[in-house]
């Protein structure tokens, strides 16, 4: 059974920086796409930063140079370096895997970031 197991949110300032970790039990992890996703109250579930495979990223506009993915294929986790926070960004954060180009999508159960001062 896959699980992916967020870490790492909480409340900061804005401005201030988290860093999420998503461990994932994932035979051939490093086979997959590994994605965070965010959900604030009220709006639909975006795309926050995807890392590939190979190690190719993209980011949703609202983040670039204030976010950063990686991951770590030995240890089966993927990372969230957020930095300069912004109230905007507070939502619940989800950690996504998938191998394409099967459709299946794993999800895990979410972490909170709240950005208030």
């Known amino acids: 059974q896959v699980q992916l197991v967020e870490s790492g949110g909480g409340l900061t300032q804005p401005g201030g920086s988290l860093t999420l970790s998503c461990a994932a039990s994932?035979?051939?992890?490093?086979?997959?796409?590994m994605g965070w996703y965010r959900q604030a109250p009220g709006k639909q579930r975006e795309l926050v930063a995807a890392?590939?495979?190979?190690?190719?990223?993209n980011y949703a506009d609202s983040v670039k140079g204030r976010f950063t993915i990686s991951r770590d294929n030995a240890k089966n986790t993927v990372h969230l370096q957020m930095s300069n926070l912004k109230p905007e960004d507070t939502a619940k954060y989800y950690c996504?895997?998938?191998?394409?180009?099967?459709?299946?999508?794993?999800w895990g159960q979410g972490t909170q970031v709240t950005v208030s001062s």
């Open positions: 890392i590939t495979s190979d190690g190719s990223t």
């Open positions: 996504n895997s998938r191998r394409p180009p099967s459709p299946l999508n794993y």
């Open positions: 994932l035979n051939f992890f490093s086979n997959y796409v």
